[in-house]
């Protein structure tokens, strides 16, 4: 049975607080707006959930303006679904229309604030997109002459990795289900069992356990350990000296868990079984690192200091874990390179990984929440020792 606050959706005061606090650091970086046109940020701010956005036929734009609403400037086919948002202004045009997707309507909009000579926001930043082609954004800054675009990716990504306590509900939910499906591993898999096979069940798995879907579901298995955790699945059967692991990402409206497990298959290695002790305790290290004015770099050097008893690469996959929330990966990194401070309501994957053996290595993941003064796991913590089946 769901919790009683569990509901799907936000209330319009979710919307108009965080359209509110986005207004206010406007003013102070004198922003007359906000153009955004990538899924999340569109969503942060509108409620427009769909999984049309996986055509990348058609542009979405939202306006958000120094006071009042975000005006919506879409394709036609979404206006029914905006229409259900808080949203009151919403401007439609027919698409695919590759002569004009949109243009004029941005246009028409942002023609008097070019006029004022007024600065608006765009997303330059790392991990940001242009979501329209970039010869359209070309002709429509070459028709809003006077127009000054300023780099909002530090205001919308810095509101974004603090949650409201209704996005705390949903990520926590997701990652109950998640552990929850993690925990029948053991039940539901066995030696023999193909890779390919062992994908297959654990996503029919996460959806009767109740997530609504199961977008990322990657992992490897093979004779000690593994090589990489990218690849897509093979035929081959799981064989006893295995180490299994499993990474998802599973969705419950709109809002992602991120976290493995490992598994040996059988029997577990000496090496193995160290390997998973060291990240276990990296891991244990980053939790209690994960309060207030610490910095993502502080969570970084802590949990390498752990992994460097068996690995002194410096952690060469670039970071040891990151934010999460309506994408899998938010910002911030934790990395050496990221000075973010960490806040109350940050929600965060800890992932310390190492490198072990003749080329093998181990990945170990948690979800959290930062506390007022300590975290708070959102996932059901891993057993401290490998497990076998």
């Not at 579901?217 to 799981?238: E, F, H, K, N, T």
Request: hydrophobic share 45%.
């Amino acid at each position: 049975m769901q919790p009683k606050e569990l509901i799907r959706g936000f209330s319009t005061g979710e919307f108009e607080t965080r359209t509110k606090n986005a207004q206010a650091l406007m003013a102070q970086q004198g922003l007359a707006g906000m153009l955004l046109m990538s899924e999340p940020d569109v969503r942060y701010f509108s409620g427009f959930q769909t999984l049309f956005w996986q055509s990348p036929t058609r542009p979405w734009f939202l306006f958000v303006p120094a006071q009042g609403k975000p005006i919506a400037v879409i394709p036609e086919i979404g206006a029914a679904l905006m229409r259900q948002s808080w949203l009151e202004d919403i401007r439609t045009w027919s698409a695919p229309a590759p002569e004009d997707d949109g243009i004029s309507l941005l246009t028409e909009l942002l023609s008097p604030l070019a006029a004022g000579k007024a600065r608006i926001g765009v997303m330059k930043g790392h991990e940001t997109l242009l979501r329209m082609p970039l010869g359209d954004w070309e002709r429509l800054i070459a028709g809003l002459p006077g127009l000054e675009i300023a780099d909002v990716t530090g205001l919308v990504q810095g509101l974004r990795m603090v949650k409201s306590p209704a996005e705390i509900v949903k990520l926590s939910h997701i990652c109950g289900i998640g552990s929850a499906t993690f925990a029948r591993v053991p039940e539901i898999m066995s030696e023999g069992m193909a890779l390919e096979d062992v994908f297959r069940t654990f996503r029919r798995e996460a959806l009767g356990q109740g997530a609504d879907d199961a977008p990322y579901v990657v992992g490897a298995a093979d004779q000690g350990g593994y090589v990489d955790v990218i690849s897509p699945p093979s035929r081959r059967p799981l064989q006893s000296g295995d180490v299994l692991m499993l990474d998802t990402g599973l969705t419950w409206d709109g809002y992602f868990c991120d976290f493995d497990r490992n598994w040996a298959i059988g029997r577990a290695d000496d090496a193995a079984r160290r390997a998973y002790d060291v990240l276990w305790r990296a891991t244990e290290a980053g939790i209690a690192a994960a309060r207030p004015g610490n910095t993502c770099r502080d969570l970084f050097n802590v949990m390498s200091a752990v992994i460097s008893e068996l690995d002194d690469s410096g952690g060469d996959i670039g970071r040891l874990g990151h934010g999460l929330g309506m994408q899998l990966t938010e910002q911030p990194s934790h990395a050496a390179f990221d000075t973010t401070v960490l806040t109350e309501n940050m929600v965060l994957t800890l992932e310390p990984s190492l490198s072990y053996g003749d080329g093998l290595m181990m990945v170990h993941e948690e979800n959290i929440v930062v506390g007022a003064d300590s975290a708070r796991l959102l996932t059901t913590r891993a057993a401290p020792e490998l497990p076998v089946i």
